[in-house]
């Protein structure tokens, strides 16, 4: 059963600090990987997608790193700015379960003035 | 688009009472997502459809559940008689058909709060 875990759970910085979210999981047999964005009562945002065969994906100021081999991804915010205060998760899509994906419990980033 | 939009976004009720939530997928998307958000639990797929057809329903809790999509623009997910432990986020999410340009991108509704007291 693929497991999805997120490090750290919480992260707090100040404006204009590089940051870094983590994303592991168990089986690495997957099809690709979502990073979402969950703000205080509403839905998720999707913000990127990267494909098993691909290393990175970048958008804006969001890079999102893929290693299958190792079970891990990254998702690095460059110049964080208070607007980016949300919780961050990951899900996986494993290779032959169509469009299942499996969610990461999530990291709830602030970003502090 | 409008994006998939959900409806009630909240919802309180007493146990025992059923409990529909509605669901309107993003135009031309073909796959329909139905999930759960609780704090102990995080978020769990319940069903998923593909073209109206449900497709895996391993992750709905128990027989007091139950989801439709009698067209491609419409979905309900049921539960009756509800419970309190049934309170949560209830999440609808579309995507385009796989092998499309885009197509396993996720796009997700705001929601609907149930509470069951």
């Known amino acids: 059963k693929q497991e999805v875990t997120q490090i750290p759970a919480a992260l707090s910085v100040p404006e204009g600090e590089n940051l870094v979210l983590n994303c592991s999981f168990t089986?690495?047999?997957?099809?690709?990987l979502q990073w979402f964005r969950q703000d205080p009562g509403k839905g998720l945002t999707s913000l990127l997608l990267?494909?098993?065969?691909?290393r990175e994906q970048t958008s804006g100021r969001l890079n999102a790193s893929l290693d299958k081999s190792s079970g891990r991804s990254t998702l690095y915010i460059a110049a964080s700015q208070p607007g980016d205060s949300a919780t961050y998760l990951c899900a996986v899509r494993r290779s032959g379960t169509a469009s299942k994906l499996t969610f990461g419990t999530g990291t709830r980033l602030q970003v502090t003035l | 688009d409008a994006g998939v939009i959900q409806s009630p976004r909240h919802e309180v009720t007493e146990m025992g009472q059923e409990v529909t939530l509605r669901c309107k997928p993003i135009s031309g998307h073909d796959y329909l997502f139905w999930y759960r958000q609780t704090m102990m639990r995080g978020l769990e797929l319940l069903i998923y459809?593909?073209?109206?057809?449900?497709?895996?329903d391993s992750g709905m809790p128990e027989d007091r559940f139950s989801a439709k999509m009698p067209n491609a623009s419409f979905s309900t997910l049921k539960i009756q008689p509800s419970e309190p432990r049934d309170s949560a986020v209830y999440f609808c999410?579309?995507?385009?058909?796989?092998?499309?340009?885009?197509?396993?991108?996720?796009?997700f509704g705001p929601g609907t709060r149930l509470t069951v007291l």
């Open positions: 999410a579309s995507s385009l058909p796989r092998g499309s340009r885009g197509g396993d991108e996720q796009f």
């Open positions: 990267i494909q098993s065969s691909q």
């Open positions: 089986d690495s047999a997957i099809y690709n």
């Open positions: 459809f593909n073209n109206n057809v449900p497709i895996d």
